[in-house]
Each structure stands twice: as structure tokens, then as C-alpha cells.
């Protein structure tokens, strides 16, 4: 079985993580996705709690069945390092074989990561192409051009009409409930 870990802050999921998960799925010859939301940022970003984070998660891949979303970070010390969350997941699942998805922006970041060399050898990089970040070996973009930045910058306006249009293209409904439900983000039910 090989499991592909799909970590990130997730603040809110919207739909290129669900995109990216299904892709993995389909040709990425990985049985299942392991969704990781960080507890801490690891250059210091405030996030929103991480509970909320693993909940919205649920939301957002319930509907996937060989996809997992992992509390997993809460138990790892802190700051905790991509290399750590491997090594742990390698003992807790031997013989279980690992890739690491990550974004093709995030590729010319890798020499800043703690021991990325080690990072490769326990999760080879299963690498997606974003818009603006392409490279012949890696193939077109596939994703739509989503941020959580933006989807934060929107639900902070929710009342405005064209902001609730574009949130409803970009983030699953079961994910824009529970925001409203929990009033995240500035939004009340």
C-alpha cells in the first residue's frame, strides 16, 4: 500500500486541496491520501486552531473515501519538521510505503526545509504542478488558481454578492457551512 501525505495548513480547505487529493488518487498510484493540517505554521503565520482546521478537513475530503485527515501534528513536538511527521508515520506503519505532495511552487523552498535529502528518502516528492511554477518534467498545471489567502480575504466580505459567488467556486459547501456554523472567519450562521 502506498499512502501519499498531504500536509499544509488547510486554513480553510477549499477546492484545489480536494482537486489535489482526487488527482493523487487517480494516477499517482497511491491506494490513499493522508491529510496532515499543521498545528503550528512553520515560519510562524497565525493560523486558525488547529481543531477547527481538522474539522473543516473532514469536511472538505468527507466525501472520499480513501482519504484520511490526521490529528496527528497535535501529538509531534513543536515546532515540528516534515522529516519528524514521516519518521513517525514509517514506525507507526511499516512496510507501508510514503509519498510527500507537494506543490510545484514549493519546490525552489525545499533547501530552506529541515533535512529535506532525509525528507525525499522517507516520502518521495509526488509533485503538482501549479500555474506560474510549471516545469517541462512535471507537467501542465491542472489546479484552479485558489488560495486560502483568498478565500479568507472573501469570507471576510461574505456580505457582499460577489464574494459569495466566488466562495461558492472555490470552497466545498460542506466546508462553507461549517465556517458559518462555527462563525469563522468573520461569518455567522
Keep these: 500500500m502506498t499512502t501519499a501525505v498531504f500536509g499544509g495548513s488547510f486554513d480553510p480547505p477549499h477546492v484545489a486541496h480536494l482537486l ?66 514521516l519518521e513517525r508515520l514509517h514506525a507507526d506503519r511499516p512496510g507501508e510505503a510514503l509519498r510527500l505532495i507537494i506543490g510545484s511552487d514549493v519546490l525552489p523552498e525545499t533547501e530552506r526545509w529541515y533535512a529535506f535529502e532525509r525528507v525525499k528518502e522517507l516520502a518521495p516528492p509526488f509533485v503538482v504542478t501549479r500555474r506560474g511554477f510549471e516545469r517541462p518534467e512535471l507537467g501542465p498545471p491542472l489546479l484552479p488558481e485558489v488560495s486560502s489567502t483568498r478565500v479568507r480575504e472573501l469570507l471576510a466580505r461574505v456580505a457582499d454578492p460577489d464574494a459569495r459567488r466566488e466562495l461558492a467556486w472555490l470552497v466545498p459547501k460542506r466546508v462553507l457551512d461549517l465556517v458559518a456554523a462555527r462563525g469563522l472567519y468573520r461569518i455567522s450562521a
Design 20 to 85: 489535489v487529493a482526487s488527482y493523487v488518487l487517480a494516477v499517482g498510484e497511491c491506494e490513499r491520501v493522508l491529510v496532515v493540517p499543521v498545528r503550528d505554521h512553520a515560519f510562524q503565520k497565525p493560523l486558525t486552531a488547529f481543531e477547527e482546521r481538522v474539522e473543516l478537513c473532514r469536511a472538505c475530503f468527507a466525501e472520499l473515501s480513501s482519504v484520511e485527515v490526521s490529528t496527528l501534528e497535535a501529538e509531534l513536538p513543536s515546532p515540528n519538521y516534515t522529516v519528524t511527521l
